[in-house]
Structure formats: structure tokens, C-alpha cells
């Protein structure tokens, strides 16, 4: 099955807005298939450089507060 980028963006932010909303200090660690595949390094990639989550090591993530107003705002337009 082919994965795109912008999916696995949203199904991460999905992930990471549940977490942040329990506890904003917690890391999530993504699993070996998501860290093996280039398109997910990508899409990890893109939304670190964009300030939306920051990474503490490889495959091991957490959505920024600014992530969690970008997405937030986002959804709330959408809504």
C-alpha cells in the first residue's frame, strides 16, 4: 500500500494532539515499520522543520505547543 506524505502528517498530528492533551511533556515513540519507511522520515521531517513537533532522537517524537495551536486552529475552521 502506498502511503503519502500528507497522510502519515495527519495520521502523526492525530496521534500527537491525543498525547499532548494527556500530557504535553510526553514523548511518542513511532513504531519500527513508521521509522524504517523514507516516506515517514519525511513527513517527520518536514513537520520538525515547520516547528510542529520536535524530536528527541530518531522515531522518537512530541508535538510542540505550536503544533498543538496550528492544528488546533485548523480544525476549528474546518469544523
Known sequence: MLMHPESIQNELLETLVGCYEQDPSQFVTLPKQTVDSS??????????????????VRGVIRLTPRGYSVYRSKHLISA
Open 39 to 56: 516516506v515517514a522520515r519525511e513527513a517527520v521531517s518536514e513537520l520538525r522543520n515547520e516547528g510542529i513537533v520536535e524530536e528527541q
